[in-house]
């Protein structure tokens, strides 16, 4: 079998005065599940389309399976697309929208109908290759698509934002399908969404993008819980931050001098000196509303808001110089708004990171 892995070096994409992508250099193993992950303009699409040699890259180089991929048009790549609206063929029932790739090649009719359904098969399919593509589910018609990638037998499979049209629950049943069809056929996915839940959930990589640039490369757990720039705090997930300035440093133990006290956490992705202005990014759900016993870090805020969410809580508080959350359990806490709370975390759940660009900014 051959090697699936995808080397981009230096790869920059211009626009003019647009830099689209920017000397982004990363490596992406095989028969895994990798993500890129960030807001819409931040470079992830035009990406995945010089791997898939769509656009050509205005410098740089794309090698799959060590092989420069230079001057090789998309049809013979060892790479297959899916593409955001699917471009399943209306006319055409299932079956031949799968075999579709066997029929440019020569196959039989008899013989691309037993491959084709094979591979309706292989992605829970079986039974309905002699409907049309607007007789299913938009679940049904994601998996067509997918199985009608598989039938060129890529190496890599390219996602582009595939789940975004589908409702919540629908896109949550097939974010746990694609992962399970990537594991059964060991195929290369890398998938590009804006949305943090599909990445965290299916990835076994994630790379956080933002303005042509990377981030952060991490699984989804490192991406989470130890971010290491403002951005990736702040796009992954929800982030409590206090700006202050180093008070002292102590065994990687840091104290932050912030409007709301004195606060103390770890440092992130790199180590910074007394009196250096800094950020201190603590999770909603690491914090802790009323008395904590032995609490690291503690201070008294206002409740300005509280939010229902199924079955979680969110209470929005004022801190001095802070807007900051606290998500708890319903039924766990009578506050209303108008009370004023401690609010209290652990050092080891609090990261202290150099202040930079946010995903509000």
């Known amino acids: 079998m051959p090697a699936r892995n995808v080397e981009l070096v230096h790869i920059s994409k211009t626009y003019g005065s647009l830099t689209a992508v920017d000397d982004l250099n990363m490596s992406i193993g095989e ?134 049209a589908l409702d919540l629950k629908l896109r949550q049943r097939m974010i746990s399908e694609l992962r399970s069809i990537q594991k059964q056929t060991e195929v290369t996915f890398i998938y590009i969404t804006h949305d943090q839940g599909e990445a965290l959930a299916m990835s076994d990589q994630v790379a956080v993008m933002n303005a042509g640039q990377i981030q952060q490369i991490g699984s989804p757990q490192e991406i989470y819980n130890q971010p290491q720039t403002a951005f990736v705090a702040t796009f992954v997930g929800e982030n409590n931050y206090f700006r202050g300035t180093i008070k002292n440093v102590s065994d990687n133990q840091v104290v932050l001098a912030t409007p709301a006290g004195d606060l103390k956490g770890y440092f992130g992705s790199s180590e910074m000196s007394q009196g250096d202005e800094a950020w201190l990014f603590v999770r909603p759900e690491r914090c802790t509303l009323g008395t904590m016993e032995n609490p690291e870090n503690s201070f008294e ?61």
């Open 31 to 164: 028969k895994g599940f990798y993500s890129f992950l960030g807001p819409s303009g931040c470079g992830k699409t035009t990406l995945l389309r010089i791997i898939a040699g769509f656009v050509e890259p205005t410098a740089g180089k794309v090698l799959i399976g060590g092989k420069d991929m230079a001057g090789i048009p998309p049809n013979q790549r060892p790479t297959a697309m899916i593409f955001q609206n699917l471009a399943l063929f209306p006319l055409m029932r299932v079956w031949e929208n799968v075999a579709f790739a066997f029929e440019v090649r020569g196959v039989t009719k008899q013989r691309r109908r037993i491959l084709a359904d094979d591979l309706l098969n292989r992605v829970s399919l079986e039974g309905v290759g002699d409907k049309f593509p607007h007789e299913l589910s938009g679940g049904q018609r994601q998996r067509v698509a997918i199985a009608r990638a598989l039938a060129v037998e890529p190496d890599v499979l390219l996602l582009d934002e595939p789940l975004s």
């Open 301 to 361: 805020a206002p409740i300005v808001q509280l939010d229902f969410d199924g079955p979680s809580q969110i209470c929005s508080l004022q801190v001095e110089g802070a807007s900051i959350q606290v998500i708890y359990p319903q039924g766990m806490h009578s506050y209303h708004v108008g009370d004023r709370v401690q609010v209290s975390f652990r050092t080891k759940d609090a990261l202290i990171i150099p202040p930079g660009k946010t995903a509000h900014d």
